[in-house]
């Protein structure tokens, strides 16, 4: 479950680097995680969280 927000699901997102002569290659975007101690369930836990979701307040951080 690497690279994937725990609270929206973010994930990695694929495409295309496109230089300026139009030659393509694979390249992916993966989202801002960050590793924080979160309530879970009434416990604390340590869970993968995007800055989105941690700046809306999405989660409640364990002190």
Same mark, same amino acid.
């Given at each position: ?10 994930? #990695? ?10 030659? @393509?290659?694979? /390249?992916?975007? $993966?989202?801002?995680?960050? !590793?924080?101690?979160?309530? #879970? ?10 800055? @989105?979701?941690? /700046?809306?307040? $999405?989660?409640?951080?364990? !002190?």
């Amino acid at each position: 479950m690497a690279n994937v927000c725990a609270i929206c699901a973010k994930g #990695v997102v694929t495409g295309f680097q496109v230089s300026h002569s139009h030659i @393509r290659t694979k /390249r992916t975007w $993966k989202p801002n995680l960050q !590793s924080v101690r979160a309530i #879970v369930n009434g416990t604390p836990a340590r869970i993968k969280v995007c800055t @989105r979701c941690l /700046r809306s307040g $999405k989660v409640q951080r364990a !002190s």
